[in-house]
């Protein structure tokens, strides 16, 4: 599997619209395979309350058939996401 390296304002809607507003960090890596895309993800910001930094790693990891989403699981364990990825 080949990984590809994006920043954030590369990532965009998978049905072609702009990029997420909403931010997310600086980027991250996605792998395809068969249909499926794992997207490890690191989230930098500050709490909207507190104030309180925030810097957490994750992933997404969709799966497409017929070009429509029908599973879309997130992680907070990048390992466990990558092991789910290569086990489907």
Known sequence: MKWKRVKSRDVVDVRGASPSKSGGGPGG????????????????????????????EGAHLWEFRQGLAVRFDVYRDRGHAIRDFEAR
């Open 29 to 56: 890596e996605i792998g395809e395979r068969d249909g499926r895309f794992l997207v490890l993800l690191r989230w930098r910001g500050q709490g909207k309350g507190s104030g309180a930094p925030v810097d957490a």
